[in-house]
């Protein structure tokens, strides 16, 4: 089986952890893409659902002059917003917790090095190791996930400011 480096260091590991990309793992790494794309896919479609709210609501407020809605109207609404909150909140949770269990697996990391990484980790991060961990298990190329955040971040930036 052959045997690839993963550098840690952007979870907080200092030394370089040696993977093997044995069937176990690129299941494991299939299995965490397709939870990620499956994230990707919800996020689109909640976007979506807004941007069609708002869409609706701004012709119907042409059309009915802003007419007001009933207290029981409004309950109603702040209802159902409260409850897609909450399952969002879950969503977002179950796949945190199942990113870290596929580092975990993978990476052989005890729960030292484990609440290390989650200390180590933002949102983003996360997403960039995990596809990184994904890559190189699958024998794809290495790559820095923390060069490609930073570029990232710089292209966010307003170049006036810099």
């Known amino acids: ?13 200092e030394e370089p ?5 044995s069937i176990y793992n690129h299941d494991l790494a299939s299995n965490m893409a397709i939870k990620m794309k ?3 896919i919800r996020n689109l479609k909640y976007n979506l659902k807004i941007a069609e709210q ?15 809605l009933s207290e029981l109207e409004e309950l109603k609404i702040q209802l159902k917003n409260a409850q ?6 879950k969503e977002d949770q179950g796949f945190t917790d199942t990113a870290f269990e596929f580092i975990k697996e993978v990476l052989g990391l005890n729960a030292k090095q484990l609440k290390t990484a989650r200390k180590s980790l933002d ?5 960039a190791f995990t596809y990184y961990l994904i890559s190189r298990v699958n ?11 930073d570029a990232e971040i710089d292209e966010d930036e307003d170049p006036k400011k810099g």
């Open 54 to 68: 708002q869409e609706l609501a701004e012709q119907a407020g042409k059309e009915d002059g802003q007419k007001e």
């Open 84 to 89: 897609k909150s909450l399952e969002e909140e």
């Open 139 to 149: 024998e794809g190329p290495d790559y820095d996930p923390q060069i490609i955040l």
């Open 17 to 21: 952890i040696e993977v093997f990309t």
């Open 123 to 127: 949102g983003e991060g996360l997403g």
């Open 38 to 40: 499956e994230a990707n």
């Open 1 to 13: 089986m052959p045997k690839i480096n993963i550098n840690a260091k952007m979870i907080g590991i």
